[in-house]
């Protein structure tokens, strides 16, 4: 069974900082397909950003292009998006997601219901 859990979510003043965790187990590919998506109230989903694991491969939503990082330690079957420069409208629930390699090759992932997904953590940046 696959399970994906966030961590590292909480309050910050604007121009601070957070890191966020998400931690996999029970996914048996070597190399597979992950982001970040995050969901404000009375907003749409949107994918923040998106990795593909054993790989350099990664990609960002404009909006958070050149503020916010995504990586992945395969040893930790962990992957973490840091977040710097914060602002009061990155104030969202955020969750990770996990789908098979063939899901970073769509240039539609932003919006796509990726196949296992955690409970998200809440981040809220105030000004």
């Known amino acids: 069974q696959v399970q994906l859990v966030e961590s590292g979510g909480g309050s910050v003043q604007a121009g601070g900082s957070l890191r966020l965790s998400c931690e996999v187990s029970g996914y048996t590919y070597n190399r597979y397909c992950m982001g970040w998506f995050r969901q404000a109230p009375g907003r749409e989903r949107e994918g923040v950003a998106l990795i593909l694991t054993g790989s350099l491969g990664t990609d960002y939503a404009d909006s958070v292009k050149g503020r916010f990082t995504v990586s992945h330690d395969n040893a930790k079957n962990t992957m973490y998006l840091q977040m710097n420069s914060l602002k009061p409208e990155d104030t969202a629930m955020y969750y990770c997601?996990?789908?098979?390699?063939?899901?970073?090759?769509?240039?539609?992932?932003?919006?796509?219901?990726?196949?296992?997904r955690g409970q998200g953590t809440q981040v809220t940046v105030s000004s």
């Open positions: 997601a996990a789908d098979q390699e063939f899901r970073c090759f769509t240039s539609s992932w932003r919006k796509a219901d990726f196949r296992y």
